[in-house]
């Protein structure tokens, strides 16, 4: 229940502060605000915060350091806000483990739709959905368990994943040697179509190779199709 829900909003622009809060807790969510990177980490350390609406740019420590920091305490999905036009930020967000991003000007209603993906993502299956226990997956070396989402080396060492990481590679271990198209990818893992300039997927794909491919610039595991979009190559096995 949404109600359960604890969000933390941080912004230092107050209007948008205050928009945001009374928006999100109309649709049932707890919000606490922010304006700045020194609240933030108060919050997350007094309170218990499932997901942060994150700006890029705030004084002091900006969105992609506390993003960082975030990801480095594997702390809170994040979702990031950031200004129209600022694509390389945006990438670089998602690259250090923003899970989602929403450039401003937006649809309210489509960051609370972003926020119930993201959220959907993240939380562990629960019992009576999602995957059986006992239903992983064995790719080069590599356990993938959905039950307990989590990826593990042949060495036993846990891989670290975001939420977004670990959605897409569900996605293409679930459908090996099968073409995927960007927007098929953005459709299984977040239930939206890509947009002209969209290079989540990309990004994603990226990280995940630099997580698991011997030689990330010569992947051997999930490969670019020229003009077509993506393709597990390894053989994935259900033990």
């Given at each position: 229940?949404?109600?359960?829900?604890?969000?933390?909003?941080?912004?230092?622009?107050?209007?948008?502060?205050?928009?945001?809060?009374r928006?999100?807790?109309?649709?049932?969510?707890?919000?606490?605000?922010?304006?700045?990177?020194?609240?933030?980490?108060?919050?997350?350390?007094?309170?218990?915060?499932?997901?942060?609406?994150?700006?890029?740019?705030?004084?002091?420590?900006?969105?992609?350091?506390?993003?960082?920091?975030?990801?480095?305490?594997?702390?809170?999905?994040?979702?990031?806000?950031?200004?129209?036009?600022?694509?390389?930020?945006?990438?670089?967000?998602l690259?250090?483990?923003?899970?989602?991003?929403?450039?401003?000007?937006?649809?309210p209603?489509?960051?609370?739709?972003?926020?119930?993906?993201?959220?959907?993502?993240?939380?562990?299956?629960?019992?009576?959905g999602?995957?059986?226990?006992?239903?992983?997956?064995?790719?080069?070396?590599?356990?993938?368990?959905?039950?307990?989402?989590?990826?593990?080396?042949?060495?036993?060492?846990?891989?670290?994943?975001?939420?977004?990481?670990?959605?897409?590679?569900?996605?293409?271990?679930?459908?090996?040697?099968?073409?995927?198209?960007?927007?098929?990818?953005?459709?299984?893992?977040?239930?939206?179509?890509?947009?002209?300039?969209?290079?989540?997927?990309?990004?994603?794909?990226?990280?995940?190779?630099r997580?698991?491919?011997?030689?990330?610039?010569?992947?051997?595991?999930?490969?670019?199709?020229?003009?077509?979009?993506?393709?597990?190559?390894?053989?994935?096995?259900?033990?």
């Amino acid at each position: 229940m949404s109600e359960n829900i604890h969000l933390l909003v941080v912004d230092d622009d107050r209007e948008i502060r205050d928009l945001l809060t009374r928006y999100l807790t109309r649709h049932g969510y707890r919000v606490t605000a922010a304006r700045d990177g020194q609240e933030m980490r108060k919050f997350l350390a007094d309170r218990n915060i499932d997901l942060i609406v994150l700006d890029l740019m705030l004084p002091g420590e900006d969105g992609l350091a506390l993003c960082r920091a975030v990801r480095a305490e594997s702390g809170p999905p994040v979702v990031m806000l950031s200004a129209m036009g600022e694509d390389a930020d945006r990438i670089l967000g998602l690259e250090i483990g923003a899970d989602d991003y929403l450039p401003k000007p937006f649809n309210p209603r489509e960051l609370v739709a972003r926020i119930k993906a993201v959220l959907r993502r993240s939380q562990a299956a629960t019992p009576g959905g999602g995957p059986a226990a006992g239903a992983f997956f064995s790719f080069a070396g590599y356990m993938l368990d959905p039950a307990q989402r989590r990826l593990s080396a042949a060495s036993g060492e846990e891989i670290a994943l975001t939420a977004g990481e670990y959605e897409l590679l569900l996605a293409l271990v679930q459908r090996p040697r099968r073409v995927l198209s960007r927007d098929d990818l953005l459709e299984i893992t977040r239930g939206r179509a890509a947009g002209p300039f969209d290079r989540s997927i990309d990004v994603q794909i990226s990280r995940l190779r630099r997580k698991i491919e011997s030689d990330p610039a010569d992947p051997a595991i999930i490969k670019t199709v020229r003009s077509g979009g993506y393709i597990f190559s390894a053989e994935v096995g259900t033990p």
